[in-house]
C-alpha cells in the first residue's frame, strides 16, 4: 500500500517491495523468474497485502536460521505456504494482538515504533571506528525522532512503507560517512555478492546492489531493521 496515497501499490512496485527483502534476507542476488512473477501477481490479485507477503519471507528465512538448514533459497516459491498461511491467520485474527490484525489495533502500532525508536538510539555507541560518531549520532537520532512521530492510526502497512523509506533514508546518509576501510569492505561485500552481472539489465543490478548495500551497512553499523515485525 503506497504511504501517500493508501492504493495498494502497482503490480511493479509490490514485486520489487518483495524482491528487495527476498534478496535482504538471502543476502544474495536474486532475479524474479517466470514463475515467481506469476506467483506474486496471483498474491496481488487475491488481495494479499505487500506486507503479508514480506512478513512470511522474514518468517521463512528465520525459521530456516533457527533450524540452522544449509544452502540456499533458490526461489520465492519456497515461500508461497508461509504467505498463504500467514494471510489465513491474519484474516482470522490468529496471529496475536501485538503482531496480527495491527489495523486494528493502533496503539499496538504505537508502542512498537516507541520499542523500535529505543532500539535504534541503543545502536548509536556502536561502530565507532566505522563512523564519526556524530554523524552517527544525529543520524540515528533524526531517524529515530521521525519514527516517534509517525501517526499511531495509521494503518500497519502505510506504516511499514514509511518505516522502509526512513531505513532506506538513514542508510544512505551513513554510507556516505563510513570510513575508508568500512566502505571498501562493504562495496566487496556487495561486488561479491553480486557475482557476474553481464547480460542482466542494468536496473535490475542496480536494485540487487541497493538492496544488498542497504543490508550490508546496516549490518555493519548493528542497525535494527526499521520494521514492525
Same mark, same amino acid.
Given at each position: 500500500?503506497?504511504?501517500?496515497?493508501?492504493?495498494?501499490?502497482?503490480?511493479?512496485?509490490?514485486?520489487?517491495?518483495?524482491?528487495?527483502?527476498?534478496?535482504?534476507?538471502?543476502?544474495?542476488?536474486?532475479?524474479?523468474?517466470?514463475?515467481?512473477?506469476?506467483?506474486?501477481?496471483?498474491?496481488?490479485?487475491?488481495?494479499?497485502?505487500?506486507?503479508?507477503?514480506?512478513?512470511?519471507?522474514?518468517?521463512?528465512?528465520?525459521?530456516?536460521?533457527?533450524?540452522?538448514?544449509?544452502?540456499?533459497?533458490?526461489?520465492?516459491?519456497?515461500? =508461497?505456504?508461509?504467505?498463504?498461511?500467514?494471510?489465513?491467520?491474519?484474516?482470522?485474527?490468529?496471529?496475536?494482538?501485538?503482531?496480527?490484525?495491527?489495523?486494528?489495533?493502533?496503539?499496538?502500532?504505537?508502542?512498537?515504533?516507541?520499542?523500535?525508536?529505543?532500539?535504534?538510539?541503543?545502536?548509536?555507541?556502536?561502530?565507532?571506528?566505522?563512523?564519526?560518531?556524530?554523524?552517527?549520532?544525529?543520524?540515528?537520532?533524526?531517524? =529515530?525522532?521521525?519514527?516517534?512521530?509517525?501517526?499511531?492510526?495509521?494503518?500497519?502497512?502505510?506504516?511499514?512503507?514509511?518505516?522502509?523509506?526512513?531505513?532506506?533514508?538513514?542508510?544512505?546518509?551513513? =554510507?556516505?560517512?563510513?570510513?575508508?576501510?568500512?566502505?571498501?569492505?562493504?562495496?566487496?561485500?556487495?561486488?561479491?555478492?553480486?557475482?557476474?552481472?553481464?547480460?542482466?539489465?542494468?536496473?535490475?543490478?542496480?536494485?540487487?546492489?541497493?538492496?544488498?548495500?542497504?543490508?550490508?551497512?546496516?549490518?555493519?553499523?548493528?542497525?535494527?531493521?526499521?520494521?514492525?515485525?
Amino acid at each position: 500500500m503506497s504511504a501517500e496515497t493508501g492504493e495498494p501499490p502497482d503490480e511493479t512496485a509490490y514485486a520489487t517491495g518483495i524482491e528487495e527483502v527476498f534478496i535482504a534476507e538471502r543476502g544474495t542476488p536474486f532475479l524474479l523468474s517466470a514463475k515467481d512473477w506469476q506467483l506474486i501477481r496471483g498474491w496481488r490479485e487475491s488481495g494479499i497485502p505487500v506486507g503479508t507477503v514480506i512478513r512470511a519471507v522474514r518468517e521463512t528465512f528465520a525459521r530456516r536460521r533457527a533450524r540452522g538448514a544449509a544452502g540456499r533459497i533458490s526461489s520465492i516459491s519456497y515461500c =508461497a505456504d508461509a504467505v498463504e498461511e500467514r494471510w489465513q491467520m491474519e484474516r482470522r485474527g490468529l496471529v496475536g494482538r501485538d503482531e496480527g490484525r495491527r489495523d486494528e489495533n493502533p496503539a499496538g502500532i504505537g508502542v512498537r515504533l516507541k520499542l523500535l525508536a529505543g532500539a535504534l538510539r541503543s545502536a548509536a555507541g556502536a561502530a565507532v571506528a566505522e563512523i564519526d560518531p556524530e554523524i552517527l549520532r544525529k543520524g540515528i537520532e533524526k531517524a =529515530a525522532s521521525k519514527i516517534e512521530a509517525l501517526p499511531q492510526e495509521a494503518s500497519f502497512e502505510e506504516t511499514e512503507a514509511k518505516l522502509s523509506d526512513l531505513e532506506a533514508a538513514l542508510v544512505r546518509r551513513l =554510507a556516505k560517512a563510513l570510513g575508508p576501510g568500512a566502505e571498501a569492505a562493504v562495496e566487496s561485500r556487495v561486488a561479491e555478492a553480486l557475482g557476474e552481472t553481464a547480460g542482466i539489465p542494468p536496473e535490475i543490478v542496480d536494485r540487487m546492489r541497493r538492496a544488498l548495500t542497504r543490508r550490508e551497512v546496516r549490518l555493519r553499523l548493528a542497525l535494527p531493521a526499521l520494521t514492525l515485525f
